[in-house]
């Protein structure tokens, strides 16, 4: 008699490697939602894969208990980019964060994202390079102290949302490390989505950049300071649901109004199918505007590994050799 595979639990995903990661560090609560999302979505160990790049976030290959590959730095895209193609079956995961990924990384993930490969991107941004102690990285505010900026940093940082959605990214997402139901469902649905998925997560580094998420994490100032995305859900906000997003003509982009409880009326409906309003949402920033938050964009096309694995496309070495584009170089001859 046929026995069915037994469901793995999350602790099932666990390995026997020493968590090396700061006390305190958001990392932990990924790693645990992770785990959640693993056993809910029926993860098979042995058909899925952590491909990672260099940085404190980088180390989850090690943690998880399927495939993982920890790469060399910013590479993680290049590299899961092979794994897919060789295998377009494989469950593929890439773990980055803001230095990792968009600073040496950028380029990599990037064309990633054009090409929409089937995978996830989870991109753990805590605005530091907290494995080399704390240096500023791409995405950290004018003005950041740091060991490479003393006296201040002067670079404009770069907005990982607005990067991915620019790059043609079909799924961009936002969640924060401890907010665990609302980072679990975004995971969902970023495996749920046949692409490339990106999903930005705000890490909280305890050491070197505590509290830089504040102004919309904090308990008492995430329910005024954060809106929840939902397809097809008024865009609403504040302790008592009194506050909404709407259209503003004058300046053709996004504005905060006063709304009834349970009516909503002006508020505009998020539609994650809309682009111009995912780019809309992620320029939004507090205390003017709340952070939008959960599933920005999602609007599925064809997938590059796919088109790329077509048999039409595949052709034998000897073909190759014989179709004209090749030249033979005789033994002595000079070049011309």
């Not at 404190?56 to 910013?74: A, E, M, Q």
């Not at 904090?218 to 329910?223: E, I, Q, V």
């Amino acid at each position: 008699m046929n026995e069915f595979p037994k469901a793995l639990k999350p602790a099932d995903y666990a390995t026997d490697q020493e968590v090396r990661w700061c006390p305190g560090c958001g990392d932990y609560a990924v790693l645990k939602a992770m785990k959640t999302v693993l056993a809910d979505i029926g993860a098979k160990r042995e058909n899925t894969v952590f491909v990672s790049g260099i940085g404190c976030s980088s180390r989850f290959p090690y943690y998880i208990d399927t495939y993982g590959f920890h790469t060399i730095h910013g590479r993680a895209p290049a590299i899961a980019t092979g794994i897919m193609l060789a295998n377009p079956d494989l469950d593929v995961w890439i773990i980055t964060g803001d230095g990792d990924g968009l600073s040496i990384g950028g380029n990599h993930l990037m064309h990633l994202l054009r090409r929409n490969l089937n995978c996830q991107v989870l991109l753990f941004n805590n605005e530091t390079y907290g494995l080399t102690k704390g240096q500023y990285s791409p995405t950290s505010r004018v003005k950041t102290r740091s060991p490479s900026t003393p006296a201040g940093s002067i670079d404009h940082p770069v907005d990982p949302a607005q990067f991915a959605l620019g790059s043609g990214a079909r799924f961009v997402a936002r969640a924060v490390d401890t907010q665990i139901k609302q980072l679990v469902d975004v995971l969902k649905a970023a495996h749920a989505h046949r692409g490339a998925a990106f999903v930005e997560i705000f890490q909280n580094c305890i050491v070197f950049n505590e509290d830089v998420f504040d102004d919309f994490t904090a308990r008492d100032k995430a329910a005024g300071n954060q809106v929840a995305l939902q397809h097809g859900a008024p865009l609403v906000f504040g302790e008592d649901q009194t506050r909404a997003l709407a259209f503003d003509p004058q300046t053709l982009g996004l504005s905060a109004i006063d709304v009834v409880p349970g009516d909503h009326k002006g508020a505009l409906v998020h539609d994650a199918g809309n682009r111009n309003l995912a780019f809309a949402l992620s320029q939004m920033t507090p205390p003017e505007l709340p952070m939008a938050m959960g599933v920005l964009y999602d609007n599925p096309t064809e997938v590059y590994d796919v088109g790329a694995n077509d048999a039409s496309r595949k052709r034998a070495l000897v073909d190759v050799m014989r179709s004209g584009f090749t030249w033979t170089v005789e033994p002595g001859a000079k070049a011309s």
